[in-house]
């Protein structure tokens, strides 16, 4: 499995290299082509796509599958050789919501019962919203553990209370595990400024006929 790097200042000059490897003359014709890219970021895709039209004059862009980090890890469990990978920030989501309804009577959760004293729906949603996103971001980049948070706060109770469910798999060191009839596959990522050791870890173990193209915007003027 071979593994590329590309730098420049230049968003243009990164999609034309992009282009360029996507046309790479080794590449098998039924390798699975795949732009990760980072989550929700809808402006850069819209603006990849228009380069590509504009640098290629192809519609090739159609041909990628498109993921986030998360998401591409995700497509990876089916092939993993273990049986968990990541949990999904939906399932955070309902185990924090099951953890605040069993811990309501844990003496570290009072502040949390204060803040949502009068039963303010929106307000409670809120917070479990940015709670999961929180816990999700902890879980994926292994911050911290084997918690980030204080002994004794209403924070870690919760944390310990999902992390102990048997479909979370956190930390993430499952993605280290080999994948099983997994497809040859051209893997472009761009737009990220760092990746966690344990995703870089998990491309390395991708199939040998698979080739990876990392895609750094960087300001130095070395690449001026």
């Known amino acids: ?24 003359a080794t590449a098998h014709p039924l390798t699975k082509k795949i732009l990760i890219l980072p989550q929700k970021n809808r402006l850069l895709k819209q603006w990849l796509a228009e380069s590509f039209l504009f640098t290629t004059a192809k519609s090739v862009f ?41 811990l309501k009577e844990d003496p570290t959760l009072a502040p949390l019962r204060s803040y949502l004293q009068g039963g303010d729906e929106t307000k409670e949603h809120q917070l479990k919203k940015t709670l999961t996103t929180l816990f999700f971001d902890y879980g994926t980049y292994e911050l911290q553990q084997p918690s980030p948070f204080l002994q004794g706060s209403w924070q870690k109770s919760l944390w310990d209370f999902i992390i102990q469910q048997k479909q979370v798999s956190y930390p993430v060191r499952y993605l280290k595990s ?12 761009f737009g990220y400024n760092y990746l966690p050791p344990i995703y870089l870890q998990a491309v390395t173990n991708l199939p040998t006929t698979s080739a990876v193209y990392h895609y750094h915007f960087s300001p130095s003027q070395i690449f001026w």
């Open 62 to 102: 159609t041909a990628f599958t498109v993921f986030s980090l998360e998401e591409f890890f995700a497509y990876l469990q089916q092939f993993s050789t273990k049986t968990l990978l990541l949990p999904s920030i939906d399932l955070i989501y309902f185990f924090l919501t099951e953890g605040i309804e069993v």
């Open 178 to 189: 080999s994948y099983n009839n997994l497809p040859s596959m051209q893997v472009h990522i």
């Open 1 to 24: 499995m071979s593994q590329k790097h590309f730098f420049s200042n230049d968003f243009s000059r990164l999609a034309a290299q992009m282009a360029s490897n996507f046309f790479a």
